[in-house]
């Protein structure tokens, strides 16, 4: 089954630093745009941060573009979403997505393969 595996999720305190990883099962990253979605309780899944190939960043959204960070190792085949001075609105769960060709669309539904996900939770 060709998918993504998030991983780095857990509980921190609102300030605090995270990283996700993602990795690919059963194919690979090569020439396939990145991103980072998240879903937050009660409300719709909606995109971050995108990465393409050749490590150029697009941001869907300004409310986290100065503290969050994404990035890509292609030789390890590896995609990673920093995440700095954690608030409570950050949480939800975050999905890593990838699609081939180097667009970064916002959209949910133009990205290819999912993974299931890693909870953040940010709390005192």
């Known amino acids: 089954q060709l998918q993504l595996v998030e991983s780095g999720g857990g509980l921190a305190q609102p300030g605090g630093t995270m990283k996700l990883s993602c990795t690919p099962s059963?194919?690979?990253?090569?020439?396939?745009?990145i991103a980072w979605f998240r879903q937050a309780p009660g409300k719709e899944r909606k995109g971050i941060q995108c990465i393409e190939w050749a490590h150029n960043a697009r941001y869907y959204s300004e409310a986290e573009k100065e503290r969050f960070t994404i990035s890509r190792d292609n030789p390890i085949n590896t995609a990673y979403l920093l995440l700095r001075r954690l608030k409570p609105e950050d949480t939800g769960v975050y999905y890593c997505a990838a699609r081939a060709g180097g667009a970064c669309p916002p959209e949910s539904a133009e990205w290819d393969y999912w993974g299931q996900g890693t909870q953040v939770t940010v709390s005192s």
């Open positions: 059963g194919f690979t990253l090569e020439n396939r745009a």
